[in-house]
């Protein structure tokens, strides 16, 4: 601990929560997780003392396997569960504050089970507000929330058949929820609006544009196409790909969203928004799979 005072990444990956200097260089953890528990899209909170993320551990005995949302202080004091899962099979991810701080938006995701037989994932996005305790279910078939700079919309992966569909956008309190895009993908992940403007950023695979000609052009599945990191006004107009990545990823903003950073194919990547010139920071074994957050 302490190492955060230097840190400007956070990166979530298999090996912790571990602390970066702003050339990726691993400084230490930020706290010591139990062992085999992995860490997931942390989150900065908006006092910038405290990170969120999703943690599965080690089966619990009253509630069995699952994913809850976790807090720590920046220097590794006060670990604590947010929101646990209640139950087996029950799974939290991708916190998220609102600007004021007064609400936590969250993924959450469990199995249906109907006489005795797996049916299907009920997949949720909710909000817990921090004041009064009052959690409430805002959208439905929907993952991976994120809210705009001025806490009035979220941006989120609608699901069909339990699989990621497409880019949406709502009100903060889930109404009004539409399509973002016209445009499809074989996969689409991780959309984020941009700490400083209306750009949401997201990474996707197996682009087919629309075209009055001609139906939607078959493609591969995005296991076999390369991902790009996608940017996208909140209107949905403007859409361009800025990156071709090897692999899905989970690109984060710089606080004063100049940057972007992802990880993917072993290395650690920072891209200026101004030029879309990517530089490499780092290679190894860490960078394989992770998700960031920027500290400053």
């Given at each position: ?97 609102d600007p004021s701080g007064t609400y936590l938006y969250f993924h959450r ?188």
């Amino acid at each position: 601990t302490g190492a955060c005072t230097r840190a400007t990444f956070i990166l979530a990956n298999p090996a912790g929560l571990l602390s970066l200097d702003d050339s990726a260089r691993i400084l230490g953890r930020v706290v010591d997780l139990p062992p085999n528990a992995a860490p997931a899209l942390p989150s900065l909170s908006p006092d910038h003392k405290q990170v969120l993320f999703a943690l599965t551990a080690a089966p619990d005995p009253k509630t069995g396997f699952g994913t809850d949302i976790y807090a720590v202080n920046l220097d590794g004091t006060d670990l604590h569960p947010v929101i646990p899962h209640e139950a087996e099979n029950v799974f939290y991810d991708t916190p998220r504050y609102d600007p004021s701080g007064t609400y936590l938006y969250f993924h959450r995701s469990a199995a249906i089970v109907k006489g005795g037989a797996y049916v299907g994932n009920e997949s949720t996005i909710e909000r817990l507000d921090l004041k009064t305790g009052e959690r409430v279910r805002l959208l439905s078939d929907a993952a991976d929330p994120s809210v705009s700079r001025d806490g009035k919309r979220i941006a989120f992966i609608h699901l069909k058949d339990g699989q990621n569909d497409n880019v949406w956008i709502a009100d903060s309190d889930g109404t009004n929820a539409r399509v973002l895009l016209k445009d499809t993908f074989s996969y689409v992940q991780a959309p984020r609006f941009a700490p400083t403007g209306d750009t949401i950023v997201f990474c996707a695979a197996g682009h087919s544009a629309p075209k009055a000609s001609d139906r939607y052009l078959p493609h591969n599945a995005h296991l076999g196409t390369p991902s790009e990191i996608f940017v996208v006004n909140s209107d949905g107009s403007g859409l361009r790909s800025v990156a071709q990545t090897g692999d899905d990823t989970f690109p984060a903003w710089s606080l004063d969203g100049s940057s972007l950073a992802f990880v993917s194919t072993g290395a650690f990547f920072q891209m200026s928004m101004r030029d879309h010139s990517i530089k490499t920071l780092a290679s190894g074994d860490n960078f394989f799979f992770g998700d960031i957050t920027w500290l400053k």
